[in-house]
Nanobody, 127 residues
Framework: QVQLVESGGGLVQAGGSLRLSCAAS????????MGWFRQAPEKEREFVAA????????NYADTVKGRFTISRDNAKNPVYLQMNSLKPEDTAVYYC????????????????????WGQGTQVTVSS
């Protein structure tokens, strides 16, 4: 059974930083693309960032490009989302997701390409 567990969320002031982590179990982590999505109150879940297995390019939403960095450590398992220069509009529940097919050199932006999801971690940015 695949399980994704996010951690690292919390309350931070605008301009601050947080690093989210996502640990996966039940599947060979290193061969699947991973993504981060977020859902703010009363809004639909949206794409934030994605990273392929290896050798491909990362992908970012325009709203976070230049501020957020996605990375992965295939030896240790986690995928990370480093969030800098946080803004109040970044407040949301952040979800980690694992792509359904292996060995992808692409970093998908669409939710239906991801087969497994974590429970989410709350990020709150105060002004």
């Amino acid at each position: 059974q695949v399980q994704l567990v996010e951690s690292g969320g919390g309350l931070v002031q605008a301009g601050g930083s947080l690093r989210l982590s996502c640990a996966a179990s039940g599947r060979t982590f290193s061969i699947y693309a991973m993504g981060w999505f977020r859902q703010a109150p009363e809004k639909e879940r949206e794409f934030v960032a994605a990273i392929p297995t290896s050798g491909g390019s990362t992908n970012y939403a325009d709203t976070v490009k230049g501020r957020f960095t996605i990375s992965r450590d295939n030896a240790k398992n986690p995928v990370y989302l480093q969030m800098n220069s946080l803004k109040p509009e970044d407040t949301a529940v952040y979800y980690c997701a694992m792509q359904g097919i292996p060995y992808s050199l692409h970093a998908p932006r669409t939710q239906n390409e991801y087969a497994y999801w974590g429970q989410g971690t709350q990020v709150t940015v105060s002004s």
